[in-house]
Structures are given as structure tokens and as C-alpha cells.
């Protein structure tokens, strides 16, 4: 069984609170607020106004750019504002509120559970569709996927990876998706491969999830040119890299695309979201969210429509426990602690973990005995200590020289350092400043 | 007798050849520069802080002995007094500047701005303004970690560990500006020391609307405009919800400070109001308004000793 080469840490996965909990869907709220930032790129533009009725599916915010997404009502009802939200994080962002009144949908979504077998559909139809539907990789970059799909010119795809990884401790929902709509997973795998002209497409599934190995195997080794990858367990190996090095054993270059090895690789839930579009005529607009936790009641994956109180959602799993000292939006590794629950779920939250008070504290940081376990521990292969010393003297150029801009935010240096040294905090603050001052430079 | 002599003979011979092979070497390649260079080096504060926009002391001389006049060209540090000596020794008109002292356009003190949060990250206001809003829900204000303190040179900045707020020590303050760089949340600006240190300021960047800052921080500017209806001289102007003052044209007639509902407008150094006018600063906030109240009509008991809170 392989895995990716370079650095990697073994976090403890805990995923048993919410494994094999079967998706319940989250109840309709009576008012919802719509984020028009749910990915990467531009702010989506609102194409809707005060007052409007709208359905579920329909349009109500146009990708600001080329690198954007459009977004569509989760609800139907009426739009009582446009105005802004606080997001869990304390950042301002425009939003669109709506005032709930029952469920009309959209009369060409199909919204039955029937499974649909492939149209013949033309490439260029398939990534229209996807754009159209808004679609973002649900991984948790929240990178608009009809991007990925169009290479540059002169770069061919040739092998779709798809990530069922979840190596993100405690979370568990792509885990789930595997098992329940495999077979539209499979459809959807087949949409991209003819979108992308290719005849080759891995799944990478970690050993800790063997029933998703085994059901993923049993419907993938019917179509052509279509395998199962089962990957030795190793944080991070669901990043986009790491995973093109543990699938097909090909190093992305520093500072380029996947498309450079000629891969492209989508998340599974992303998969779904794009056999619905494409074959459902269904927009992106719910997403399944992991809410688990040692002490949650209730703890499981529930499908969530966009713009729903994350209250709501957190209520639906037995409220939030007693002890809790941290909310972590995401994963433990990845995810970014919250400071209000305040917030509509969307596109980016793809859980919450609830941590009681005596785990969530910081060990008191000592000085750095220069072991090199985070060197050691890197999967770009990044000198943290180095990095973390530069930002905190503020030595941009010295950090864009050692590649900052290669920093992936795994968190795996913090996490093996024996003095509890906070790296990534630098490293991260250090990056946000080297990417602006890249951007600055390139925009002269 | 013979050995010392001999080798004393090698010995001072080798030494002369050595020193004139120097002398020459050093004649021959000998950089010409301005000997003025070095004079006004002498003269300047030798801080090497970088507040006049050069690499150091030496680079701000180089600059000013190139240049052929003293316009643009200033030391924060040693304020007009230092250029004065520097256009003497270049024989040039000293340009007046005006004396400028950083200010920290922050009110939010503990009582007056709940914390909602606590960050247990590293202490650093870099950091926590890349994490989120920070421990309090005023996503403008001050993160409190003090990375200000940490860039000042000269000692004139230090946390109040009651309103946890930085606070500019008057005396010490060059303006150098090092410090208007690292705050992440732009709160620190130069401002004019003004007659008699006075001066009067919009002590938040809040450009929330009223209800959202209000509820975030007691002591906010609500953009409410007051202020710039009752001021004569059109110094104030109300942006995205937020009063500014403009130091040049304000006239220190102190009417906005009244005016203010919420005691975001503070005057700094100005002799308490006379008691008879009950004009009541800042009704609206009577508790939070409190650890601010001694140090904004600073007291003429102490006149500067103790940072006003600015």
C-alpha cells in the first residue's frame, strides 16, 4: 500500500463518534442568510433584489470573475435584504437574507432520488453545466471546480485522482457520502473523465475506512480504466499534492499546478455535487457536514442547505456540550477555531468539532532545541523553525526564498513539535504577507 | 646585543616599507566624500530608526548634503531643532516642521469593549488579526498583544494593563512612525502635537454602522455626524460611518467634544471643563467613560509625565 514520500505526521483519527452515522437531513429554517463569499475568487454578484420571491435552485448571485462561483437559493421564499453578515470568524461579508416560506423547487430539478445513468453529453455541456451550478471543491479549498476542469493551453490531463482521503481527524462526512451514493459518486467520476477527455481515474481511499475501500472497489471495477487506490494511513495525504505523489507517484514542482503531472484531482463530495448538476440539473446547494465532538449527544453527518443557522444544525445534534472550550469550524488540523456560532453554514464548513475546555488549551510554548522534527515532519519539504524565525523578524524576501508560497497550512510542524512551538501561526501570518507582496509586485 | 639590533633593523625596516606601501595604496584609492557627511551625522540622533524614510542616520545626511534644499527631508527624531543644526552646517534654510506625536485611535478599554473570545495563539497582533476579529467583537480595534510596544525604539509606548490599551508617552514619542507599521489594524496615526501638546482626536476606526459598533464597543464612533454639524471650521468629515478630524484645520474649539453622544471624541491636554457649564462629556456612557475621564482633560498637576491616554 503506498503513501505519499515527504514528511507526514500520524494524528490519533478518532473518527469512531460520527463513523457509519447515516446523513440526516437538517430541517428547513424559518430565515437564512446567504454568504456571497463561499469560495475563492471574486465575491459572487447578486442578481436579485428586495422583495423578489424565489425558488430553491434558482439563481441569485453571478460569479464576479473568472475565478468565482455563482450561487443559488437553498430555499424558496422571499428576499427580505441584501446586507452584510458577520461570518464565525468576526469578517464582514455581503449576504443575501431570506424570509423561508415552504419548499418550491425549480421545475426542471430533478430532486427524487432516482439515479440517473449518463446522457450523452459533450465535454464543453458538462463544464458548462458545472459552472453553472456553481460548483466548488468541497474539500475545503473552495476552488471553483469548471476551473480546474479547463488546463491551460499546451497542459493535457491525463488521470483524474479522486479524494475520498479524509485524513482530516474526526471528520467522517465524505466517509459517509462513499457509502451511501457510491454509485453516483461512480457516475459522476465517469462525467468528469469525459469532460476532461481522459480514460483514467483513481479513487484514493485511506485503509482506516476498509467498508468504503470495499464498496467503492466492488462498483469501480465496472467501468473501464477506473480503480480503487486503499492509501496507508498518513496526515496530510488528502492534499491535492500529497495524494498525486501517493496515487501515481509524480511530485507536483514547486509553485505549479497539479496539471503540470498532468493530474487533476477532485474531492468525492465535489464528484456528487457534480453528477447532480450535471445529470439533476441540482445547483450546489446544501453540502454534508460533519458535527462530532468527545461530548456531543448526537454527534453524525447531517445534510445541510446553505445559509441554515449553524445553530439550527448544532441543535439537531444535541446542542453544545457543557464543557466545550473551543468550536472548531473544520477539522482539528486544518480548521480554524470559532468565536461565535453565529454564522450560516456554507460551501467552506465542512464540520464542527466541538472540543471540551481541558483539550482545547495550548501547551506553553519553549524555545526551539533544533531536532528538525518539523523539517522531518513537512510534506512540501519546508524548513517550519526556519519560516517561523523569519516571519516573527519580519524577513519577507528571506521567506519567499525558502518557498514560503509552497506552505500547504497542514499544521503538521506544530503538531510534532516537542516544545510546542506555535509554527504555523508565523508561517501562516508570514505567507498572508509574501502572497501580498508577490500580488503587489506582479500587479505593477 | 647583536640579535636585538638586527632584529630590530628587520623589524622597523619591514614596518616603514609596510606603512608607506599603505599610505600610498591609501592616497591612490582614497574615496572622495563630502566631509559635511560626517558633520551631519554628528548632529543627528543616531537612532537609525528609519523614521525619515532612509536606511539610517548616515543616509538621511547623504541625502541631505546632496540635496539642495532641507524641503521633504526631516528627522522625527530630533524634530526641528536637529534640522536647524543641519542647515547650519550646509548653510541652507531650515524648513519649520511641526512637531508630530503618534496616536492610538482606540478607546476600547476592557469595560467599555466585553471580551467574546479568548485567544490562546501566540501573543502577537500580526497573528491574531490573520486568526479572526480578535477577543472582542470590534473586528477595527485594538488586539491588546502590543506588537506597537514591541517596535518602539524609544520607549514611549506601553500597555495599560486596566484599559489594555497601548499609551504613547508624549516625551518619549519622535514619531518615527514604527509604530504605525505594525499595527495590523492601522490605529496609530501622526498627528500634530498641537499648542500646548493639545490636541483633539477621534479616538476609534469603527466603520461599522452605529447599532453593529455600538454593540461591539460603548465607547465607538457611531457616524452619527454630530460632531461635523457643530463644528465651524469644517475640520470634521464623516466617512463610512466614521468621524475624522483633520489636525490642520482643526481651531481646538472643543464644541464636538460635547457633542459626541458616545465620548468617542477626546480632547487631550486641555485643562479640565469649569464645573459651573454642566455640559456633561459623554452622558451616554457614564461606566465606561470613567478610566478615560483623568487622563483626557490631563491635568495640570502633572502636565506630561503621566501618558495621556491617546
Redesign the interface.
Known amino acids: 500500500m503506498s503513501t505519499f514520500r515527504i514528511g507526514g505526521v500520524h494524528p490519533q483519527d478518532n473518527k469512531q463518534y460520527s463513523a457509519h452515522q447515516t446523513i440526516v437531513d437538517c430541517p428547513l429554517p424559518q430565515k437564512a442568510i446567504i454568504p456571497l463569499v463561499q469560495h475563492i475568487g471574486a465575491p459572487a454578484q447578486p442578481v436579485v433584489e428586495k422583495g423578489d420571491k424565489v425558488r430553491v435552485g434558482q439563481l441569485i448571485a453571478k460569479a464576479g470573475g473568472f475565478v468565482s462561483a455563482n450561487i443559488h437559493s437553498p430555499f424558496s421564499g422571499t428576499i427580505s435584504k441584501i446586507d452584510t453578515t458577520v461570518d464565525g470568524?468576526?469578517?464582514?461579508v455581503p449576504a443575501i437574507f431570506i424570509d423561508v416560506e415552504g419548499d418550491l423547487w425549480l421545475d426542471e430539478i430533478d430532486k427524487s432520488d432516482n439515479l440517473v445513468r449518463e446522457g450523452i453529453l459533450e465535454p464543453k455541456e458538462i463544464i458548462d453545466r458545472i459552472a453553472a451550478a456553481g460548483i466548488v471543491g468541497l474539500g475545503g479549498a473552495c476552488f471553483p471546480t469548471h476551473v480546474k476542469l479547463m488546463p491551460p493551453p499546451g497542459k493535457k490531463a491525463k488521470v483524474l485522482i479522486v479524494n475520498g482521503v479524509e485524513c482530516e481527524p474526526y471528520l467522517t462526512c465524505d466517509h459517509q457520502l462513499m457509502l451511501e451514493k457510491g454509485e453516483e459518486i461512480i457516475i459522476g467520476i465517469q462525467l468528469l473523465m469525459r469532460a476532461l477527455n481522459i480514460q483514467r481515474a483513481i479513487i484514493g481511499i485511506e485503509k482506516n475506512k476498509p467498508d468504503a475501500i470495499a464498496h467503492m472497489q466492488k462498483l469501480a471495477s465496472r467501468v473501464l480504466g477506473m480503480s480503487v487506490m486503499p492509501l496507508n494511513l498518513k496526515y496530510p495525504q488528502g492534499g491535492e499534492k500529497q495524494l498525486i505523489d501517493a496515487c501515481i507517484g509524480r511530485q507536483v514542482p514547486s509553485g505549479a499546478l497539479p496539471i503540470e503531472v498532468g493530474a487533476v484531482v477532485d474531492n468525492v463530495a465535489t464528484v456528487y455535487a457534480v453528477y447532480e448538476a450535471v445529470l439533476k440539473r441540482k445547483p450546489l446547494i446544501s453540502r454534508v457536514m460533519t458535527i462530532t465532538g468527545k461530548d456531543v449527544a448526537k454527534p453524525g453527518n447531517y445534510r445541510v442547505r446553505f445559509g441554515t443557522p449553524l445553530t439550527d444544525v448544532v441543535a439537531l445534534a444535541g446542542g453544545v456540550p457543557e464543557n466545550t472550550g473551543?468550536i472548531i469550524g473544520g477539522g482539528p488540523m486544518m480548521g480554524?477555531?470559532?468565536?461565535?456560532l453565529d454564522m450560516p453554514a456554507n460551501k467552506r464548513v465542512s464540520g464542527l468539532l466541538f472540543m471540551p475546555e481541558d483539550e482545547?488549551?495550548?501547551i506553553e510554548?519553549e524555545n526551539c532545541i533544533r531536532c528538525a522534527k518539523c523539517v522531518g515532519a513537512c510534506p512540501m519539504g519546508l524548513e517550519p523553525y526556519l519560516l517561523a524565525r523569519q516571519a516573527e523578524l519580519q524577513q519577507w524576501d528571506g521567506m519567499e526564498a525558502h518557498n514560503i508560497m509552497d506552505c500547504i497550512e497542514c499544521g503538521c510542524c506544530t503538531f510534532t513539535c516537542p516544545s510546542h512551538r506555535?509554527l504555523l501561526?508565523?508561517v501562516?501570518?508570514g505567507k498572508?504577507k509574501v502572497g501580498g507582496i508577490i500580488r503587489a509586485r506582479s500587479a505593477k | 646585543m647583536n640579535i636585538v639590533l638586527i632584529a630590530l633593523l628587520v623589524l622597523g625596516a619591514t614596518g616603514l616599507t609596510a606603512a608607506v606601501l599603505l599610505f600610498v595604496i591609501a592616497q591612490k584609492f582614497k574615496v572622495e566624500e563630502d566631509p559635511r557627511i560626517d558633520e551631519v551625522t554628528e548632529v543627528l540622533p543616531g537612532a537609525n530608526c528609519g523614521g525619515c524614510g532612509f536606511a539610517g542616520c548616515r543616509a538621511l545626511a547623504e541625502a541631505c548634503v546632496k540635496a539642495d534644499s532641507l524641503e521633504g527631508l526631516l528627522c522625527p527624531v530630533g524634530g526641528s531643532e536637529t534640522m536647524a543644526k543641519v542647515a547650519s552646517i550646509l548653510g541652507m534654510e531650515s524648513v519649520a516642521a511641526e512637531p508630530m506625536v503618534a496616536v492610538v485611535r482606540c478607546n476600547g478599554t476592557c469595560e467599555a469593549r466585553p471580551r467574546t473570545s479568548e485567544f490562546n495563539g501566540s501573543r502577537s497582533c500580526q497573528i491574531m488579526h490573520s486568526c479572526y476579529v480578535g477577543e472582542t467583537a470590534c473586528p477595527f480595534g485594538c488586539l491588546g498583544c502590543g506588537d506597537c510596544v514591541a517596535a518602539c525604539q524609544f520607549d514611549a509606548l506601553h500597555m495599560n494593563p486596566e484599559t489594555g490599551l497601548p499609551e504613547v508617552d508624549e516625551d518619549k514619542c519622535t514619531s518615527c512612525g514604527k509604530c504605525v507599521k505594525a499595527c495590523p489594524r492601522q490605529l496609530i496615526e501622526l498627528r500634530k502635537k498641537g499648542p500646548k501638546n493639545r490636541r483633539i482626536v477621534v479616538l476609534c476606526r469603527n466603520k461599522d454602522k452605529g447599532a453593529a459598533t455600538r454593540k461591539a464597543c460603548l465607547n465607538g464612533c457611531i457616524g452619527c455626524g454630530k460632531c461635523m454639524k457643530e463644528c465651524n471650521f469644517e475640520a470634521i468629515t464623516v466617512e463610512n460611518n466614521l468621524a475624522y478630524i483633520d489636525f490642520n484645520k482643526c481651531r481646538l474649539c472643543r464644541k464636538c467634544e460635547a457633542a459626541c453622544p458616545t465620548g468617542a471624541i477626546h480632547a487631550i491636554n486641555f485643562p479640565p471643563r469649569k464645573p459651573a457649564e454642566p455640559k456633561e462629556e459623554a452622558p451616554a456612557t457614564p461606566k465606561p467613560a470613567e478610566p478615560t475621564v483623568p487622563t483626557t482633560p490631563a491635568p495640570s498637576v502633572e502636565p506630561k509625565k503621566e501618558e495621556a491616554n491617546v
Open positions: 470568524w468576526g469578517a464582514r473551543k480554524r477555531a470559532m468565536n461565535s482545547s488549551r495550548r510554548p506555535p501561526d508565523y501562516r501570518m498572508a
